[in-house]
């Protein structure tokens, strides 16, 4: 479903993805990880549209993408939510579905709607403004409810459980499963914590300045030498 | 009947019937209230690129002029009716607004002092185009608003009819789009730009349809301004008066509402040319930095709100 070959992304000297190929098959549910600045989230930003690679393609749905806009690109089916959450501001938590549904799909589908607000669990804040009366885990469901709304294809989920408490990352982690069962959507996700990417992903995708250093299935990877040595900085015993 | 169709039945009875009998004698009355009008006009286009485009525009100069020149000139030139030359004075207005259209890509201050270039870059034109505009001394005898069944629209009342109409058609054209689910992306825009624009939403067409739109109704405006005054030269049709008298009028009145940057400019005018003007014949001006520096600080939101919110109270207050 996404192929990415030979993406390279840089920021003046510093090269952030470093000649990167990798390729997500439809409704596969792939963990990125890697230490802080390894480039997770500068290649979600060149896989959305956000930040143009220097060199490389990147093919979707046998759609090449590269120069095509972001917005282009969330209309053919490429979801993404942030880090810290940007809800659509000075709009009711319904308002972000709606815009996020009518200009993401071409149509409004108002049970549709109702059917991803509840299944976020935001039906009773609908009414709230989006910006200013939603706690961080509701701000985090409606992340993921507004690419929902734009019936992707692949969602691309950059640290959506971080700052959740114990119970909430919990709740949320049954919530994607959920996802990726009832809509049927393709899954990469940043995640830091190991337990929650092994409980959620058959596979894993490791970044370590800019370059691709293992890709498998989580048990594998998490003893992978060098894997291990990019976070502790010291080999394995 | 409702609150809120009753004063808009109201509104209509003092503006179409009450203001035409009771000062419809009164000449100059009559002008300034023609004169603020327009200005309200200009302020509601600037306020529709402000609020949904999350554009601040100091070159609204730019299209007034475009429009009253292209406008005098249809008529004059190629005998295009009044009304029909107005229509293809807005057009023209948002034609050259397309010049403009590489200005989106910058935000804030730099989209303003770009838009503010462009207004000079349009006033040079009209200047040194002596073949077509007649250059810096203009043009005269502009034809008048035309006599239609046996009305004359280019009387006092009938200009007054004229403006009041195009207004009002705007600002219905500014509700319609605001309730829509382009208005609804536009407002989130301002904030969220990445966040709108990945699911979907073609951030740059909007506001580029947004400058447009402004651009048009400003043209329009501008067209009638030429065919009321019948006098037209590059330092007034594109004085920087017509960008910065609507900024103070749609900030005074209320931005962000509809019709609070018409009643701004309304308001303002008036007080100005009747009350500060008797004060102080030459540099009346300044008491108008003065009322809207109190403005914004007494009440940042404009005066608009201010009254609605002070009528809200009233009628929510125990008896």
């Given amino acids: ?237 | 009947m409702d609150a809120r169709r009753i004063s808009v039945v109201l509104a209509m009875v003092v503006m179409y019937i009450a203001v035409p009998l009771l000062l419809g004698s009164n000449l100059y009355v009559m002008s300034l209230l023609v004169a603020s009008i327009a200005i309200g006009g200009v302020a509601l286009a600037w306020a529709l690129l402000g609020n949904l485009g999350g554009m601040v525009s100091f070159g609204h100069a730019a299209f007034f002029g475009v429009g009253s020149y292209v406008s005098a000139l249809l008529t004059m030139k190629l005998g295009v009716p009044v009304f029909a030359a107005m229509l293809l004075g807005g057009v023209g207005a948002a034609v050259a607004s397309i010049a403009m259209l590489p200005t989106l890509r910058l935000k804030g201050p730099y989209f303003a002092l770009a838009i503010l270039a462009y207004a000079q870059i349009f006033r040079i034109l009209a200047t040194e185009w002596k073949s077509v505009t007649g250059g810096s001394g203009g043009l005269s005898s502009i034809p008048r608003l035309p006599e239609i069944a046996g009305f004359d629209f280019g009387s006092k009342i009938g200009n007054y009819l004229v403006i009041v109409s195009i207004v009002l058609i705007f600002a219905l054209i500014y509700q319609r789009i605001r309730a829509s689910h382009y208005g609804t992306a536009l407002r989130a825009m301002h904030d969220s730009e990445d966040a709108t624009r990945v699911v979907g939403v073609n951030s740059t067409l909007l506001k580029a349809m947004m400058l447009f739109v402004s651009a048009f109704m400003t043209g329009v405006i501008g067209a009638f301004n030429a065919h009321y005054i019948n006098f037209l030269e590059p330092d007034y049709g594109f004085s920087g008066l017509w960008s910065t008298l609507p900024i103070v009028a749609a900030i005074f009145g209320g931005y962000r509402t509809i019709l609070g940057p018409v009643i701004g400019a309304v308001f303002v005018y008036l007080v100005d040319q009747l009350v500060f003007k008797s004060f102080i014949p030459s540099g009346h001006q300044i008491m108008l930095g003065a009322l809207l520096a109190g403005m914004v600080l007494f009440s940042p939101t404009g005066l608009l709100p201010w009254i609605v919110e002070k009528f809200k109270r009233s009628r929510n207050a125990p008896a």
């Fill in chain 1, 1 to 237: 479903m996404l192929q990415l070959e030979n993406v390279t992304v840089r920021f003046g000297g510093v090269t952030a993805v470093d000649n990167l190929t990798l390729s997500i098959g439809a409704s596969e549910v792939t963990g990125l990880v890697g230490p802080n600045g390894a480039g997770k989230t500068t290649l979600f930003n060149a896989i959305s549209g956000l930040v143009r690679p220097g060199a490389g393609r990147i093919v979707f749905n046998a759609v090449d993408v590269l120069n095509a806009p972001v917005y282009r690109r969330a209309r053919l089916g490429l979801g993404r939510t942030f880090q810290v959450p940007q809800p659509l501001s000075r709009l009711t938590v319904r308002e972000n579905l709606l815009v996020a549904q009518r200009f993401g799909t071409g149509s409004v589908n108002a049970s549709r709607l109702d059917e991803i607000l509840d299944f976020v669990g935001l039906t009773e804040k609908a009414g709230r403004d989006a910006s200013s009366e939603l706690a961080l885990s509701e701000l985090k469901a409606l992340e993921v409810g507004k690419a929902l709304a734009t019936n992707p294809k692949l969602l691309l989920l950059d640290e959506v459980l971080a700052g959740l408490e114990t119970t909430g990352k919990r709740r949320f982690m049954q919530m994607l499963k959920d996802m990726h069962a009832k809509f049927g959507v393709g899954i990469l996700i940043i995640e830091h914590d190991i337990e929650t990417i092994s409980n959620l992903c058959k596979r894993v995708v490791v970044l370590n300045f800019g370059e691709l250093i293992a890709d498998g299935a989580p048990d594998e990877v998490f003893r992978d030498a060098e894997v291990i040595k990019s976070y502790t900085g010291a080999e394995h015993a």
